[in-house]
């Protein structure tokens, strides 16, 4: 076994996900190294997945990989950026790849795999002398940290006060190794390593284009190659661009894992509906909970209730918990919230928001009135009430009402509420099995002036 091997997976195990843990767990782990009083970095570990947040506007520095395949782990993995409104990067690996679609649900954008690379460090064989006028300096000062800036901002064409921003906090940290590489005086190109124990992280290998194509990152690595190899430091792993991965390759890095980059670069399909309790005269709107189970179960079953809103037939105790648990999921998912309606009290029917384009500003309401409540206006008055409010605080462009095209009373309801009939979507849901026809029904915002 070559020593790379040796150092990365666990002999017992192979070259499996589980064998790569460790070296994730430290990998991921070199970040919370910089974290000191001013620094912006926080970050922490849950259940195989590893994140950090800066706060910056540039989702790289706001990220998340993860390489567990639950759902529940993953959502809650999310759960920090949505609540912050921060964009950021998701990385899958491993078991976590399931992910991918659920992300593409959610308007995530994959720009590609980036892999995760290893180097074994060997004194016996690490040594290298540099050629004539090349120079290595360690950032130790404020005038060596304003180098590397301007050498990391060129070379990653990042502005220079998001570059100063992320890198101000990394110096004087004993662990935090930035170096840069001069040629008669120059700098032309720098690079940062964060050590935990004896395995070093690398990270921010820039240079400037006018200065690439000239051997200076062979002749920076190899030099910290060398000079940590001797300070008995065993392994060297990073994740690589498509940039910079020749230049791993040459130097005798090798591939660990292949790891998704999904990026969420605009915080409004990151929004979310905040508001679970609404009044609209004399009807409550509030949560649909778990203790609403006595009830919801014979209110679920009645026949009219079943026809037309896809419920199990028949409704039961054991369909419960799951039905809430998806509409729980819809609203963390930022598509849709569920409110029970009630007067007095009394449970009178359920009203829903659900298939929300945040981006396109548009919202689909769906609705039930238990078998008490009908026939008395309740559906359309709350209709008329939520979709006005919808407008207002949440600033949709439309709203849409679809309905079983056989659906007469919850058609009747969306045009007591002054929605506009479309017309019909052929073979466009699926009810009780049976692919059927949707009338879709819409309001705008200035059909409220009318």
């Not at 920090?80 to 995530?108: C, M």
């Not at 992320?166 to 935090?176: C, F, K, P, Q, R």
């Not at 849409?400 to 045009?415: D, F, Q, T, W």
Request: net charge negative.
């Amino acid at each position: 076994m070559s020593l790379l091997n040796e150092r990365v997976y666990d002999t017992n195990i192979g070259k499996t996900g589980v064998s790569l843990d460790r070296v994730r767990k430290l990998f991921h782990g070199t970040i919370k190294v910089l974290e000191k009083d001013g620094s912006p970095f926080r970050s922490g570990e849950d259940e195989n997945c590893h994140w950090f947040t800066s706060g910056f506007e540039f989702s790289f520095f706001n990220q998340v990989s993860i390489y567990n395949g639950d759902p529940e782990v993953f959502e809650k993995a999310l759960e920090r950026f949505y609540e912050q409104g921060l964009v950021h990067s998701v990385f899958l690996g491993g078991g976590g790849l399931a992910h991918a679609e659920a992300l593409k649900a959610k308007g995530y954008v994959n720009k590609g795999a980036v892999p995760l690379m290893g180097y074994a460090l060997d004194p016996q064989k690490d040594k290298h002398v540099l050629r004539d006028g090349l120079e290595v300096k360690r950032v130790l000062t404020e005038e060596d940290l304003a180098i590397i800036q301007q050498l990391a901002s060129d070379g990653f064409e990042m502005s220079l006060e998001l570059t100063e921003r992320y890198t101000n906090g990394s110096l004087g940290i004993a662990d935090s190794f930035r170096y840069y590489l001069l040629d008669n005086g120059v700098p032309v190109s720098t690079s940062h390593f964060i050590r935990i124990g004896t395995f070093l992280g690398c990270w921010d290998v820039a240079t400037p284009k006018e200065h690439q194509r000239k051997g200076y990152g062979d002749e920076l690595m190899r030099w910290v190659f060398a000079t940590h190899a001797a300070m008995g430091d065993e392994l060297v792993v990073l994740q690589a661009s498509a940039a910079g991965q020749p230049l791993y390759r040459r130097l005798g890095y090798q591939f660990l894992e292949h790891i998704q980059g999904w990026h969420m670069e605009d915080t409004t399909r990151m929004r979310r509906f905040t508001h679970h309790n609404l009044q609209f005269g004399p009807y409550s709107l509030r949560p649909w909970v778990s203790t609403d189970k006595e009830w919801s179960i014979p209110a679920l079953d009645e026949e009219e209730i079943r026809q037309w809103m896809g419920m199990p037939n028949p409704f039961e105790e054991k369909d419960f918990e799951p039905t809430l648990k998806r509409w729980t999921n819809v609203q963390k998912n930022g598509v849709g919230i569920a409110w029970v309606i009630e007067e007095g009290g009394v449970p009178l029917g359920m009203i829903s928001c659900h298939h929300t384009d945040w981006k396109f500003k548009r919202t689909e309401i769906g609705y039930m009135a238990f078998a008490s409540s009908r026939g008395k206006g309740m559906i359309p008055t709350v209709l008329r009430a939520l979709t006005e409010f919808l407008f207002a605080e949440y600033e949709f462009e439309r709203v849409e009402v679809r309905a079983v095209a056989e659906n007469g009373p919850s058609r009747r309801a969306a045009e007591k509420a002054g929605f506009t009939f479309e017309g019909l979507q052929r073979r466009n849901f699926l009810n009780l099995g049976e692919v059927v026809d949707d009338a879709v029904f819409s309001m705008i915002k200035s059909d409220l002036a009318g």
